[in-house]
């Protein structure tokens, strides 16, 4: 790039001085044409006054070898006198070594005054430029016409060596020009080899690398800044997907070393059929477990590749409708651990309702596994303003575009072991559990909230989590309403 623009640089340059050139030498070719053309002109003048002068005529007949020294002057004028054609047109004087044939154009009246315009220009056969100009004069009592040319040599040659010199500072203007760009664009492009250096070195195993604004013009800031930001991504983005690998290992290794375990022990010695029984059940569950993780997994896979909210088929649902679903869905369970599941409220909903009683259920699953025994697990519903919803989301609908005037919120809450503050922006992250010490079949394999999370995402809804005193924690959806997405 550097030698494309410098390049180009040196053409400009060199085509302006070229122009630059042509102008100059055209305006002082004129400038000198103007000036022979003045001369000759007044040449014109001195001869008129000369012939009129009394005793001309006997001068001009008896001595005009003196009349020839005094007028010619320069070996370039050249001078003829005719006498009237009504006189014979006789040749009273030439002055004419070369023997140029003359103008014989109309002459300039005697009582006018010649001007620019009445001088003929022309070239001799050798190439030399030659002014012609003719006009009556009187000489004594008789008119005559006088014709008088003028010869250009040291024009050419001074026009030749201008030419010359004007081709070789074009040339030097046009290189010294490509110097001056070269060194200009090399010095301007040294932020982008610093910015080459510093992604160069920028890896897998260093995204935690930025590049330096502080050193870039002030044209390339936005861009390192936004390269800077898109490293940021990069790093959180390939930190989950590292940390989801060694996950999903550790959560597939439990199931599987259970399965080789009993598999093992069962092998080693031959056993009752009862035990084989035994065995080939709690076997099916691992294996029901694993086909719930992989189903899970694969619902956060595809949902990765919606494209927007509109992607999924809404429907207008009654929110009450579904909590009392899910509510009556979870019943049994709640009563097996002490607890109450307590429903008010209602919104409208404009929801996909599979994915929306999916969400609800791992929410109150969720709630139903870790509540305190003896407890009230809230479902609710409402309907909440936009600036409502930005006071208590901060940017996170910002951040997801929308642009709805109202949202329906749906909130599950129960009491159980307190939450630190810092694990809360965590409970939706894949296979995270709060409580490491919970085993898979007490704690699940930590993708529903991530699920809920995916769900709420899709309908350009959020999905978050608040803490309360004594242990209170509530899961808070909202979907925006019919509409306004």
């Not at 930001?229 to 070393?257: C, I, K, V, W």
């Not at 099916?284 to 719930?292: T, V």
């Not at 809404?314 to 929110?319: D, E, H, V, Y």
């Not at 995402?457 to 959806?477: E, K, M, Y």
Request: with cysteine; aromatic share 4%; glycine share 6%.
């Amino acid at each position: 790039m550097g030698w494309r623009l410098g390049l180009s640089g040196a053409l400009v340059a060199a085509v302006a001085s070229a122009l630059l050139g042509a102008y100059l030498y055209r305006s002082f070719e004129q400038q000198l044409l103007h000036r022979d053309d003045v001369q000759l002109l007044g040449k014109l003048r001195q001869l008129r006054q000369l012939l009129a002068h009394s005793g001309t005529p006997e001068l001009l007949r008896e001595q005009a070898d003196y009349l020839r020294d005094t007028m010619s002057g320069e070996s370039n004028a050249l001078i003829e006198i005719h006498a009237a054609p009504e006189q014979g047109a006789a040749l009273l004087l030439r002055i004419n070594p070369p023997g140029l044939p003359l103008s014989q154009d109309r002459p300039v009246p005697l009582n006018q005054q010649a001007e620019l315009q009445d001088i003929r220009h022309a070239l001799r056969e050798d190439g030399v430029p030659v002014a012609l100009l003719n006009a009556w004069a009187q000489l004594g009592p008789d008119p005559v016409e006088i014709r008088l040319a003028r010869l250009y040599p040291e024009r050419s040659e001074l026009l030749a060596d201008y030419r010359l010199r004007i081709a070789a500072t074009s040339l030097a203007a046009g290189g010294l020009s490509a110097a001056l760009v070269l060194w200009l664009i090399w010095q301007g492009l040294a932020p982008l080899r610093r910015l080459r250096a510093q992604t160069a070195a920028i890896g897998p195993h260093s995204l935690d690398l930025r590049l330096h604004a502080a050193d870039m013009p002030e044209e390339l800031r936005p861009l390192v800044e936004g390269i800077n930001t898109m490293l940021s991504r990069l790093e959180q983005g390939y930190a989950q997907l590292n940390q989801f690998a060694a996950d999903l290992a550790h959560e597939l290794r439990s199931p599987l070393a259970v399965l080789t375990g009993q598999s093992q022990v069962m092998l080693s010695r031959p056993r009752p059929p009862a035990e084989y029984a035994a065995l080939l059940e709690g076997q099916l569950q691992e294996l029901e477990r694993l086909n719930r993780m992989v189903d899970s997994l694969l619902f956060l896979a595809r949902s990765e590749h919606e494209a927007t909210a509109a992607a999924i088929e809404r429907k207008q649902l009654s929110a009450a409708d579904e909590l009392a679903r899910q509510a009556d869905y979870f019943a049994d369970l709640a009563e097996e651990r002490g607890l109450q599941l307590r429903c008010q409220g209602d919104a409208p909903l404009w929801a996909e309702p599979a994915m929306l009683r999916r969400a609800l259920a791992n929410l109150i699953a969720n709630a139903v596994q870790h509540a305190s025994a003896g407890t009230v697990i809230e479902l609710s519903a409402r309907t909440e303003t936009a600036q409502a919803c930005e006071a208590e989301t901060g940017s996170e609908l910002k951040n997801l575009r929308v642009s709805a005037a109202a949202f329906a919120v749906l909130e599950v809450s129960n009491q159980g072991l307190p939450v630190p503050a810092e694990l809360l922006p965590r409970l939706f992250d894949r296979f995270f559990r709060a409580d490491p010490s919970r085993t898979a079949d007490s704690g699940g394999s930590g993708l529903g909230l991530a699920i809920v999370r995916r769900i709420l995402t899709l309908h350009g809804g959020s999905a978050q989590v608040h803490t309360g005193p004594a242990g209170r924690i509530r899961f808070v959806l909202r979907f925006p309403l019919p509409g306004r997405v």
